[in-house]
Nanobody, 117 residues
Framework: EVQLVESGGDLVQPGGSLRLSCAAS????????MSWVRQAPGKGLEWVAT???????TYADSVKGRFTVGRDNSKNTLFLQLGSLKPEDTAVYFC???????????RGRGTQVTVAS
């Protein structure tokens, strides 16, 4: 059974940073595109970033230069380092087994990131 469990969400001030993790089980992330998507209050899902099986990364324009996606294949874990956070980054963040810009695919229950002073 595919399972994805996100963690690391928190309340953080504008300009701050945070590191999200996603523990995967039931499959090996090394063989798949792995992505982060988010859903802001009252809005639909938004693709954020993807790391390919070869380690190459792709980012939405809204987070490029501020967020870094990575993976630890030995721990079957996906990461998202969030930096220079803005209030508009407030959302529930989900990890997903999906290709860049895709919003389908298995995902976890999410972790809440709130950016406020």
């Amino acid at each position: 059974e595919v399972q994805l469990v996100e963690s690391g969400g928190d309340l953080v001030q504008p300009g701050g940073s945070l590191r999200l993790s996603c523990a995967a089980s039931g499959f090996a992330i090394v063989y798949y595109f792995m992505s982060w998507v988010r859903q802001a209050p009252g809005k639909g899902l938004e693709w954020v970033a993807t790391v390919d099986s070869d380690g190459s990364t792709t980012y939405a324009d809204s987070v490029k230069g501020r967020f870094t996606v990575g993976r630890d294949n030995s721990k079957n874990t996906l990461f998202l380092q969030l930096g220079s956070l803005k209030p508009e980054d407030t959302a529930v963040y989900f990890c997903s087994r999906s290709a860049p810009r895709m919003l389908t695919g298995p995902r976890g229950r999410g972790t809440q990131v709130t950016v406020a002073s």
